[in-house]
């Protein structure tokens, strides 16, 4: 079992910037594939980013491609999204996620979620 949990959510002005970090409390993440998938309201789960385990394929919707930026650390057991340029449309809760299968980029293709982060775009 793999306990993640979500930070770094908050309130945003449009054009700025925020960075999520997720990070396992239990078994560590090192050989899995994670990804980032976003709830907005009244909306289904939407994929945003996956890394595979060595960080070296990454994949990102063409939503939020140019804008945000997935990475990870081993060492710490985490992995992190930089979101710069936010856009009102990128409100939502932001959930970290393990891989099923590599690439995943439907809700069924993820497992031990965490509990989620809310971020939010306003002026």
């Known amino acids: 079992q793999v306990d993640l949990v979500e930070s770094g959510g908050g309130l945003a002005q449009p054009g700025g910037s925020l960075r999520l970090s997720c990070v396992s409390s239990?078994?560590?993440?090192?050989?899995?594939?994670m990804g980032w998938v976003r709830r907005g309201p009244g909306k289904e789960y939407e994929f945003v980013a996956s890394?595979?385990?060595?960080?070296?394929?990454?994949d990102y919707a063409d939503s939020v491609k140019g804008r945000f930026t997935v990475s990870r650390d081993n060492a710490k057991n985490a992995v992190y999204l930089q979101m710069n340029n936010l856009k009102p449309e990128d409100t939502a809760v932001y959930y970290c996620a393990v891989q099923v299968i590599p690439l995943a980029r439907t809700e069924d293709e993820y497992q031990w979620w965490g509990p989620g982060t809310q971020v939010t775009v306003s002026s």
């Open positions: 890394i595979d385990w060595r960080g070296d394929t990454l």
């Open positions: 239990g078994r560590g993440i090192g050989h899995y594939g």
